[in-house]
């Protein structure tokens, strides 16, 4: 693979890079610290590879611009942060019950309300998950570095072009503002074909028994979109066995796929006493402690740096539980992907969560300490 010449990149400045490389060619969203960076770089590129940013009035309008312009066939995009997210929560769940595929960027700060504008925070890692009402799956991917920005963002695309579904990429304010010098493809990565829309004869937009592409509106398929529970067709029903074919066919999409959806990277010892599972920017003082303590102490300790947060990556989780005495979850916040690690260790391990909220990051010296104190 060819790459570019190297170049010092903002977290929020990869995110618009890989969108681009992905193929997205409309932006609509609402300016909001700490994510306006990547609606300014929209705003500026979009229009030199043929696309469309729009600044709408405020971010519901920019949530439903995104939908019709995902409808019309168009790879879309927008990008937030705290009380926008909150506000984007009822069209997010008008895209998972109409199938459609769209990206939301949440670059997390201190909260709630307004918070603190400036500061990082890691506290919408639940609202991801059950922010919109219902029972509905998501996929939320979380980066650490300004690369794994670039690469979650074109993943977070194609998820969403394939499985017709809106993708939540939750970023923080630490990995949105930092810079690295990062070497990206000269092209985009795990770019999605253009679907063939001329041999469709006929078209059942929400079949039951596979996943077909969304056509776009004009492209000579008619078919209905609503909010409502529907048919395979898209048309409203009540039919107590059609809702239950539906809600289920809405989970299997993702469930049966977890394999290709679930990323993680894990490093550190084989065989650890004690591993730190984690996800965004804390990932980065983790594995500064991970290094002391395996290089000063010799001590067997490992990291699983959570890429994907949803689906939550259980079976992982479940066999560190069994090979491990400890499992530390530092996230900045005051408690929330700690359950489910403690759901999925079953009491097989120790949970330890380390929590810090208030406003400044954990530390390589908190997760350390806590290291030390499993093996004293």
Same mark, same amino acid.
């Given at each position: 693979? $060819?790459?570019?010449?190297?170049?010092?990149?903002?977290?929020?400045?990869?995110?618009?890079?890989?969108?681009?490389?992905?193929?997205?060619?409309?932006?609509?969203?609402?300016?909001?610290?700490?994510?306006?960076?990547?609606?300014?770089?929209?705003?500026?590129?979009?229009?030199?590879?043929? &696309?469309?940013?729009?600044?709408?009035?405020?971010?519901?309008?920019?949530?439903?611009?995104?939908?019709?312009?995902?409808?019309?066939?168009?790879?879309?995009?927008?990008?937030?942060?705290?009380?926008?997210?909150?506000?984007?929560?009822?069209?997010?769940?008008?895209?998972?019950?109409?199938?459609?595929?769209?990206?939301?960027?949440?670059?997390?700060?201190?909260?709630?309300?307004?918070?603190?504008?400036?500061?990082?925070?890691?506290?919408?890692?639940?609202?991801?998950?059950?922010?919109?009402?219902?029972?509905?799956?998501?996929?939320?991917?979380?980066?650490?570095?300004?690369?794994?920005?670039?690469?979650?963002?074109?993943?977070?695309?194609?998820?969403?072009?394939?499985?017709?579904?809106?993708?939540?990429?939750?970023?923080?304010?630490?990995?949105?503002?930092?810079?690295?010098?990062?070497?990206?493809?000269?092209?985009?990565?795990?770019?999605?074909?253009?679907?063939?829309?001329?041999?469709? $004869?006929?078209?059942?937009?929400?079949?039951?028994? $596979?996943?077909?592409?969304?056509?776009?509106?004009?492209?000579?398929?008619?078919?209905?979109?609503?909010?409502?529970?529907?048919?395979?067709?898209?048309?409203?029903?009540?039919?107590?066995?059609?809702?239950?074919?539906?809600?289920?066919?809405?989970?299997?999409?993702?469930?049966?796929?977890?394999?290709?959806?679930?990323?993680?990277?894990?490093?550190?010892?084989?065989?650890?006493?004690?591993?730190?599972?984690?996800?965004?920017?804390?990932?980065?003082?983790?594995?500064?402690?991970?290094? $002391?303590?395996?290089?000063?102490?010799?001590?067997?300790?490992?990291?699983?740096?959570?890429?994907?947060?949803?689906?939550?990556?259980?079976?992982?989780?479940?066999?560190?539980?069994?090979?491990?005495?400890?499992?530390?979850?530092?996230?900045?916040?005051?408690?929330?992907?700690?359950?489910?690690?403690?759901?999925?260790?079953?009491?097989?391990?120790?949970?330890? &969560?380390?929590?810090?909220?208030?406003?400044?990051?954990?530390?390589?010296?908190?997760?350390?300490?806590?290291?030390?104190?499993?093996?004293?």
């Amino acid at each position: 693979m $060819k790459y570019r010449k190297p170049q010092l990149l903002q977290g929020n400045e990869a995110c618009v890079e890989g969108a681009l490389d992905a193929g997205v060619r409309f932006f609509a969203g609402y300016p909001i610290t700490p994510s306006t960076e990547i609606a300014e770089g929209m705003a500026r590129k979009l229009p030199r590879v043929g &696309g469309v940013f729009i600044q709408m009035e405020d971010e519901i309008a920019g949530m439903a611009a995104v939908i019709g312009a995902a409808v019309g066939g168009k790879k879309s995009l927008t990008a937030t942060s705290g009380p926008g997210f909150s506000l984007k929560q009822e069209n997010i769940g008008y895209a998972a019950i109409a199938e459609i595929p769209c990206v939301i960027v949440n670059v997390q700060r201190f909260g709630p309300s307004t918070g603190i504008p400036t500061a990082p925070a890691q506290g919408e890692v639940m609202q991801a998950r059950w922010g919109t009402h219902g029972d509905r799956p998501i996929i939320a991917l979380s980066p650490s570095s300004v690369y794994e920005t670039y690469y979650l963002t074109t993943a977070a695309v194609n998820f969403s072009q394939k499985f017709r579904t809106p993708v939540i990429l939750l970023l923080d304010e630490v990995v949105g503002h930092m810079r690295e010098k990062v070497s990206l493809p000269a092209s985009g990565r795990l770019m999605v074909e253009k679907q063939n829309y001329s041999d469709i $004869k006929e078209y059942k937009p929400f079949d039951e028994r $596979k996943l077909p592409p969304l056509v776009p509106f004009g492209e000579g398929v008619y078919y209905h979109i609503t909010g409502l529970v529907h048919d395979e067709h898209g048309f409203p029903t009540r039919h107590p066995e059609v809702v239950v074919r539906f809600m289920e066919r809405l989970h299997r999409k993702i469930n049966h796929h977890r394999k290709e959806i679930i990323m993680t990277d894990y490093t550190g010892h084989v065989e650890p006493k004690v591993c730190i599972i984690t996800y965004g920017c804390t990932v980065r003082s983790a594995r500064a402690a991970l290094q $002391k303590a395996y290089l000063q102490k010799r001590w067997p300790v490992s990291l699983l740096n959570l890429q994907t947060l949803w689906p939550f990556p259980a079976e992982e989780v479940k066999r560190l539980a069994d090979r491990c005495d400890y499992l530390l979850v530092p996230e900045m916040n005051m408690g929330q992907i700690v359950g489910e690690v403690e759901k999925y260790a079953h009491g097989k391990a120790e949970v330890l &969560g380390i929590n810090r909220y208030d406003g400044d990051m954990i530390t390589p010296g908190q997760i350390f300490q806590h290291i030390e104190g499993c093996f004293s």
